[in-house]
């Protein structure tokens, strides 16, 4: 009985999973159309209200994707410095030769990088059985 529900549960799940995986992002323009649709529906707005809301939302669209986008480089900047830092703190810890090692090591994880997606030891465990 555990095993079914289990089961159950486990298919409900992986089904959220992919169908939340293949929803698509709607586009700032769509975005747009759809609130002026809401509002024209909600408070009978003329046509003139319609576009003057249009382009003050299309806009609103652009500056939000600006502001989301330098929030990005600065998290990646912050990142690289918390890096950069820690870096610093280690090479104080590792011997010559160590640090040696840790550069090859280094080396070796940026080529198995690839394309991204993780590689390495992670993805070539043994199954569970």
Do not use: W
């Not at 810890?93 to 690839?114: C, D, I, S």
Request: charged letters at 35%; zero cysteines.
């Amino acid at each position: 009985m555990r095993k079914t529900i289990l089961s159950v549960f486990l298919s409900l799940f992986v089904f959220v999973a992919f169908a939340q995986e293949q929803r698509q992002r709607a586009t700032p323009e769509q975005m747009v159309e759809r609130q002026v649709k809401t509002l024209t529906e909600k408070l009978a707005l003329t046509a003139e209200q319609q576009e003057k809301i249009k382009t003050l939302s299309m806009a609103r669209a652009e500056k939000m994707q600006e502001a989301r986008q330098t929030r990005n480089q600065q998290q990646s900047d912050q990142m690289k410095q918390r890096e950069q830092e820690y870096e610093s703190e280690l090479n104080k810890v590792l011997t010559a030769e160590q640090k040696t090692k840790y550069e090859e090591y280094k080396k070796e994880r940026m080529q198995n990088r690839g394309d991204g997606r993780r590689q390495g030891p992670r993805s070539e465990k043994a199954p569970r059985q």
